[in-house]
């Protein structure tokens, strides 16, 4: 008994020197990844991390490296393809190898940026080219850059809903709830499908912070006040969502869908609406074709929500691309994030927005410069702070579990009202907010 | 003749002497190597298991007096200040009320698993076969589990498509609310488990020996009275293991729910809730305290159950 409480002792001492010792990793602070002067004297080889398994098996990503290997040819990348990217990556960075380039993992905190990743320059330098930048500024300086940036919507049969007898987008949630009844009515299509099930695309739900309000600093007033108070954006948008699914314009079993299968569905107009973001608007099209229907039907729509007579959209970044700070080839990664930022045409492949400053929309995005719409970049600066409060709190605004009991709420599934709902998540994130003393 | 003797008493006293020396140096060598065979069978797994159970759990334990984010360099001692936020969240606790859905399934499951477990060690005719059908589902991954029962739920899926052979036309969503939910999925884990409660219950059962059987027909015991007799006594430490295996499996049921529904409409069990706390919310510190009071708990019911039920010796001659 005595020896076994010894063994334990000192094993419980040893996992605390361990985990004491990680407390030492970051020695190298503030370092910078330098861009390179001359692309031929670039050398090394250096390691991708990625999420996009997609692209790393069709060899996409090959294609990408070979057009950069022309230009920066003592580079040599390889890539090393995640498919559980979040949970594999925060594994990795408690040890110093986690490849050279890699997308910043929504885990780690902000503040601790500079422990990990090397600095890609001065915000006031690389803020005159890109956009995002505020995403990963901490201290001035920039720690990473998304290659590709995206605006939330409704994905829309434009079949369907002209069968409905509506052509213009509506202006008010209360003419987009009649716009769902009409295609019920009149249409065989589900008027709009949550995707429940799969999760994550209700978390997209969070991004109509901003589009409704018009308001750069909505992020910056989710940290200072309560996100459902009413006339707040994120309070409109949860309350549509409900209106939705209590009304049932929702798909009648949402606890089983499929999201694999809601693409050509949408497609053949089996489903008439989702709220996603403009990424999704290329793998709706190659669902469209493999299903044999016209690509073309795929529309893509703005919140239903006007200020000034015009649609607002936010523009949010992916995953950014950071150098590790422990990488023994910074310049060679940061040439290539430069690269496949500038060059690669990433952002142009996949439709969605460049996050070089100036660079045209995508075709697809085309109805919505037409008709105006007033596309913002949230000022990040609370980002973090909104965090820190989200996590303190439990809600989990880029997670799907309230969203989820919200869907519950309206279908009867839960008893309660939305009333009290929003009103428990605001007392929730007062509270978290007070407790994070932000 | 003395000499004799006392040329005789050194060769027998000089192996003696030397058989008392080597009896002296061999034995400790042997009683070395002796000591040390066993250790080394054992060496294999037990560095496995102190690698991959008792250092995790030291972990753990640790991590539970920390306020770690899993991934950030910096982590703060904090005492028991997780345990006091536990247990002063009675909310967090409510998921509890999930597994009686999965224990209310176990005591169905083992009571079918005991039933089968004891027509098939009989002769019934194809009985090797349905031993097999009975087991194959436990054998089956955990997530191939969860989606095929999705689809079995789904609307107008494999279970509403069998129904309607029958002529009924339930129309419900399976899954829809949080009632029809959980015993949907414990339905599922009582479907994958059954097989290895029925396994252990046919070992046990088919350790009894023959005669017994045979004697008891003898004196005119009919079926029922040879599993009331002799099977059930027979197999009485099987099937309080079983209990207590099904008691902590409702506890910690995790993988069917977590695939299946991910926790939505109801059917957050305790390990979901602590898996969220730890890679949703970043409180990994918080998320290993919750795990060790699971750990107490499963350990206290075991003790308790133990007391109610001593596991003391069966003797059926």
């Known amino acids: ?438 | 003749m003395p000499d004799t003797t006392g040329r005789a008493r050194p060769p027998r006293a000089a192996p003696a002497a030397r058989t008392a020396h080597a009896r002296d140096r061999a034995p400790r060598r042997l009683r070395l190597r002796r000591g040390l065979t066993p250790w080394l069978f054992l060496a294999a797994p037990l560095v496995l298991l102190i690698t991959f159970t008792y250092a995790p759990v030291a972990n753990m334990v640790a991590y539970s007096f920390t306020d770690w984010d899993g991934v950030s360099p910096e982590l703060n001692y904090t005492g028991a200040e997780n345990y006091v936020e536990l247990l002063t969240r009675p909310e967090l606790f409510e998921v509890f009320f999930v597994s009686g859905y999965y224990l209310a399934a176990s005591a169905v499951q083992i009571v079918v698993a005991l039933y089968f477990a004891t027509v098939l060690s009989f002769d019934v005719r194809f009985r090797n076969f349905f031993k097999g059908v009975l087991f194959f589902p436990y054998l089956i991954n955990g997530v191939a589990i969860g989606f095929v029962f999705l689809y079995f739920f789904q609307d107008g899926g494999t279970l509403d498509s069998v129904l309607s052979l029958f002529g009924v036309h339930p129309d419900r969503a399976w899954l829809g609310t949080p009632v029809s939910a959980n015993v949907s999925l414990a339905g599922v884990s009582v479907w994958r488990y059954l097989g290895l409660n029925f396994v252990l219950f046919l070992g046990a059962i088919q350790s009894i020996p023959g005669e017994l059987y045979e004697a008891a027909e003898l004196d005119g015991a009919n079926r029922r009275h040879q599993f009331r007799y002799i099977i059930a006594p027979g197999i009485r430490p099987v099937l309080s293991l079983t209990v207590i295996l099904s008691v902590s499996g409702s506890l910690s049921a995790f993988e069917v729910p977590f695939i299946m529904t991910g926790g939505a409409t109801g059917t957050e069990t305790f390990v979901i809730q602590t898996v969220k706390l730890a890679f949703q919310f970043d409180k990994t510190g918080l998320a290993s305290a919750a795990a060790v009071v699971l750990l107490l708990i499963v350990l206290a019911v075991t003790w308790v159950q133990r007391r109610l039920v001593p596991d003391d010796k069966v003797d059926l001659v």
Request: charged content about 25%; hydrophobic content about 35%; glycine content about 10%.
């Open chain 1, 1 to 438: 008994m005595n020896r076994r409480t010894k063994t334990a002792g000192s094993l419980l001492a040893a996992v605390l020197l361990a985990a004491g010792c990680t407390g030492s990793g970051g020695t190298s602070k503030g370092e910078d990844a330098e861009a390179a002067a001359d692309p031929g004297k670039v050398s090394g080889s250096i390691t991708v991390l990625t999420h996009r398994t997609d692209l790393v098996q069709d060899g996409t990503m090959k294609k990408y490296a070979a057009a950069f290997h022309r230009t920066y040819p003592k580079v040599k990348v390889e890539f090393d393809a995640l498919t559980d990217y979040e949970g594999e990556v925060k594994i990795r960075m408690n040890t110093e190898n986690y490849g050279d380039v890699l997308m910043i993992p929504s885990v780690i905190k902000k503040n601790d940026y500079p422990k990990f990743f090397a600095s890609l320059g001065t915000r006031t330098e690389r803020a005159k080219k890109y956009l995002f930048t505020d995403f990963t500024t901490v201290g001035g300086k920039v720690y990473g850059q998304s290659p590709m940036g995206a605006l939330p919507g409704f994905l829309y049969n434009k079949r369907v809903w002209k069968e409905a007898g509506i052509t213009d987008w509506p202006t008010t949630p209360a003419e987009f709830l009649d716009g769902l009844k009409a295609v019920r009515s009149r249409t065989d299509a589900i008027p709009y499908y949550t995707n429940f099930k799969d999760m994550w695309p209700l978390t997209h739900w969070t991004y109509v912070d901003g589009a409704v309000g018009c308001d750069p600093r909505a992020t910056s007033r989710l940290a200072t006040g309560d996100p459902w108070a009413k006339g707040e954006d994120l309070r409109v948008g949860d309350t549509l969502l409900y209106d939705i699914v209590h009304g049932g314009l929702a798909e009648k079993d949402p606890t089983t869908t499929n999201w694999e299968g809601s693409k050509p569905k949408l497609a053949k107009g089996g489903i008439a609406t989702m709220w996603l973001g403009s990424w999704a608007i290329t793998q709706f099209r190659a669902a469209a074709e493999q299903a044999g229907a016209n690509p073309d039907d795929i529309g893509f729509m703005p919140f239903p929500a006007q200020r000034n007579g015009k649609h607002c959209a936010t523009m949010s970044p992916d995953y950014n691309q950071a150098v590790n700070v422990n990488s023994d080839h910074k310049e060679a990664a940061r040439a290539w994030i430069d690269w496949f930022t500038d060059r690669s045409g990433y952002a142009a492949d996949n439709l969605t927005l460049s996050p070089v400053k100036g660079a045209p929309l995508p075709e697809v995005l085309r109805p919505y410069e037409d008709a105006g719409v007033k596309l913002i970049e949230l000022d990040d600066a609370k980002g973090a702070v909104v965090k820190e409060i989200d996590n303190e709190s439990e809600i989990g605004l880029y997670k799907p579990d309230y969203r989820q009991d919200l869907v519950d709420l309206a279908r009867g599934a839960r008893k309660g009202s939305l009333d009290d709902f929003l009103g428990d998540l605001g007392e929730r994130w007062e509270e978290a907010r007070k407790a994070t003393g932000s």
